[in-house]
């Protein structure tokens, strides 16, 4: 069994695990503005800032822009990622046009060719760590971590044996090629708010 076989094997044995624990995040008094998701097992619950607002914002309107409104987008929604007990509720992720949810309404990570996660300060480890791996090893496409602190993107591509072969960095200010991935657009970054 391959690295890849493993950690796909192990994300379907860890649903129920998950289901449970989201069960009991929304039984619990979560504050109005906070997003909870649960990475390698963990609870995480961070507070959206109007900066992070505006940079999803401003990513789902490019999208927008580019495939409709129909695209089929989504924003802090619960997908299952490879790995220990990955429920992750990505900033913003595209899905394939013909993405249908599974027996339990849930989007299937196979689906998804696009994710942005926006830096916050509690998060930055995973949105760099975990999370990167589990896209890598799910093979999403695009992975494109905004970090608002630094003032720079970075542009995750081409995901191989359980990691990503291209990693771009790039200033705020800067355009984002993604023509030549399932993205097929340019995004704008001279716009994004900074921290």
């Given at each position: 069994?391959?690295?890849?076989?493993?950690?796909?094997?192990?994300?379907?044995?860890?649903?129920?695990?998950?289901?449970?624990?989201?069960?009991?995040?929304?039984?619990?008094?979560?504050?109005?503005?906070?997003?909870?998701?649960?990475?390698?097992?963990?609870?995480?619950?961070?507070?959206?800032?109007?900066?992070?607002?505006?940079?999803?914002?401003?990513?789902?309107?490019?999208?927008?822009?580019?495939?409709?409104v129909d695209v089929m987008v989504i924003s802090d929604v619960r997908v299952d990622f490879?790995?220990?007990?990955?429920?992750?509720?990505?900033?913003?992720?595209?899905?394939?046009?013909?993405?249908?949810?599974?027996?339990?309404?849930?989007?299937?990570?196979?689906?998804?060719?696009?994710?942005?996660?926006?830096?916050?300060?509690?998060?930055?480890?995973?949105d760099y760590g975990p999370k990167e791996a589990a896209y890598a090893v799910a093979e999403?496409?695009?992975?494109?971590?905004?970090?608002?602190?630094?003032?720079?993107?970075?542009?995750?591509?081409?995901?191989?044996?359980?990691?990503?072969?291209?990693?771009?960095?790039?200033?705020?200010?800067?355009?984002?090629?993604?023509?030549?991935?399932?993205?097929?657009?340019?995004?704008?970054?001279?716009?994004?708010?900074?921290?």
């Amino acid at each position: 069994m391959t690295v890849l076989e493993e950690r796909l094997s192990m994300a379907d044995a860890n649903t129920e695990r998950l289901d449970e624990l989201f069960e009991r995040l929304e039984r619990m008094p979560v504050p109005e503005g906070f997003r909870a998701e649960i990475v390698g097992g963990y609870v995480h619950m961070t507070p959206q800032r109007n900066t992070h607002w505006q940079i999803i914002r401003r990513i789902l309107r490019a999208l927008e822009g580019r495939f409709g409104v129909d695209v089929m987008v989504i924003s802090d929604v619960r997908v299952d990622f490879p790995g220990h007990q990955n429920g992750f509720c990505p900033d913003i992720a595209m899905l394939e046009d013909t993405a249908e949810t599974d027996a339990e309404g849930r989007w299937r990570h196979e689906d998804v060719v696009f994710v942005a996660e926006v830096i916050s300060q509690g998060t930055a480890a995973n949105d760099y760590g975990p999370k990167e791996a589990a896209y890598a090893v799910a093979e999403v496409p695009v992975y494109l971590i905004v970090d608002p602190y630094q003032g720079r993107c970075h542009i995750h591509t081409d995901p191989k044996d359980g990691g990503y072969a291209t990693v771009t960095k790039v200033e705020f200010g800067t355009d984002i090629n993604l023509t030549a991935t399932p993205v097929d657009l340019i995004l704008k970054t001279d716009d994004f708010p900074r921290d």
